[in-house]
């Protein structure tokens, strides 16, 4: 275990644990907030601590062969301009209860195809 002394009595750990090169992040009360977990499959991060935000005064670029955002409690995502969502192949949103709102202006539907609304009951103009 090799260790290094940081600013604010932080301390900075590199250990191998099983096969596993860890680098740790310790705070000064010795609790673990980062861990680097280096694997052959490519390096793995954790973050423990009440929240975590990643800032950019420019933008910031996501790029994978599959990403997936999962929240235990909800998810937000807002934008304070525009915002749009492309796929080349299928987009399905599923929940329990779906709403699409237009706070000013049209809701506008286009399709290339038919357009199917099927539900229990439609209600037009209620």
């Given at each position: 275990m090799?260790?290094?002394q940081?600013?604010?009595n932080q301390q900075l750990v590199i250990?191998?644990?099983?096969?596993?090169?860890?680098?740790?992040?310790r705070n000064s009360?010795?609790?673990t907030s980062l861990t680097i977990e280096v694997t052959p499959a490519g390096p793995v991060l954790r973050f423990d601590g009440p929240g975590l935000t990643i800032e950019s005064t420019g933008a910031?670029?996501?790029?994978?062969?599959t990403i997936a955002l999962h929240a235990r409690d909800g998810?937000?995502?807002?934008?304070?301009?525009?915002a749009s969502i492309h796929v080349k192949g299928d987009l399905e949103t599923s929940a329990r209860v779906q709403k699409i709102r237009a706070a000013l202006g049209n809701v506008e539907l286009e399709a290339n195809d038919d357009v199917r609304v099927v539900g229990e009951r439609i209600l037009l103009n209620c």
């Open positions: 090799t260790s290094l940081l600013v604010a250990e191998e644990v099983g096969g596993r090169n860890l680098i740790h992040l009360e010795g609790r910031l670029s996501l790029s994978a062969e998810l937000s995502l807002s934008s304070g301009g525009d």
